[in-house]
């Protein structure tokens, strides 16, 4: 998922003496570009995921460092250097309170550091991640697409286990390729920061209209963990963006990603229907097979068509009868059980589902006769 602050302090920590002050959790934010700020207006630059550093000449006093943190915290920067021994000599608690409740990473270097080799240097390898996430990204569309052409595997050979378990997630708005590019491209940095502690064994790229995450042995209660954790920031720090995560199934080997990327979808598409955040493909029970069915025309013939009768019915009448006999299909046939939930006596409703039989010419006594009525039923409810 990019060039980290795990990767930043792997490589370069002792080679510049870095120190890890506060905002631990931010541990695998991705870095987008280093950007050298001595002034807060120069944050209009700032483009998401961007890590800053700074000499602390603009911002020596207490007040001005807490300005330029908070900042940075709405930016959805990566994190923040601080070149201390001139201008700041300690770091104030403030600060570093802050940072810890933001999960921004703050790190410090002494003041003989040469800025300007450190960030050339740490440029070129946000830099050569990024071409290597284009190839990673690239070959895992390809095993999505091309499931039987194996020239995917030798590309991500080097990077994952391809014989080890894999599981998709995808994260959709019901209108990402309405977005324009940039527009896009800041919400996919904000969400890549709020996907905490996944970062070598995972993957993340735009793909047919959503967010992809791809994670490679990545347990499920961790997996259930990371996403809790996601929700939680995106509702507090997004709460008028629209996103719902599909999650789809873990399954051996990378030959078998395009399937859970496929289950993921139909959850995304469950939880976008019902207005939820979050859907678990395997949570789904019987709705697994009605929302991996992608035929249009089947979905018309096997919903809408077959209900019409009662569709034009409501629609005339201003009636609940496809309401109502979703509801006694779903309490199996219970009249009663039918009443209580549609708040109705049950006189009302066994009148009512004698008018609905004669409108559809079924007597609904059969198993296969209530089935189809019930899938029918789900179907409508499929966008």
Known sequence: MGYTIEDLMSSSQDKYEITFMAGQKGWSNSISWILLIEDINALRNFKGKDLAITTGFGFSKESQLLALVSLLVKLRASGLIINTGMYIHEIPQSVIDI??????PLLTVPWHIQLFDMIKDLNIRVLLQGMADEQISAAFIEAIEKPKNSSYRTELLP???VDGDFQVFVLETGDLDTMDTVERRRLSFQIQIYLESISHNASFFYYDSCFVVVVNNVPENTLHEIIASFEQRV????PRQKLAVGVGSILRDLDNLTYSYKRARAAARKALAEGERIVWFDDMDTERLLYLVSDPYLIREMGPDLLKPLIDYDAKNSSDYVRLLETYLRTDGSIQETASQMYLHRNT?????NNIKKLLN???DTTEEKMKHLIACRLLNLK
């Open 349 to 353: 409703v066994i009148y009512r589902m």
């Open 362 to 364: 079924s007597n609904l």
């Open 235 to 238: 509702q507090q720090r997004m």
């Open 159 to 161: 990077y994952f286990d």
């Open 99 to 104: 940072c810890n409740e933001n999960d921004l």
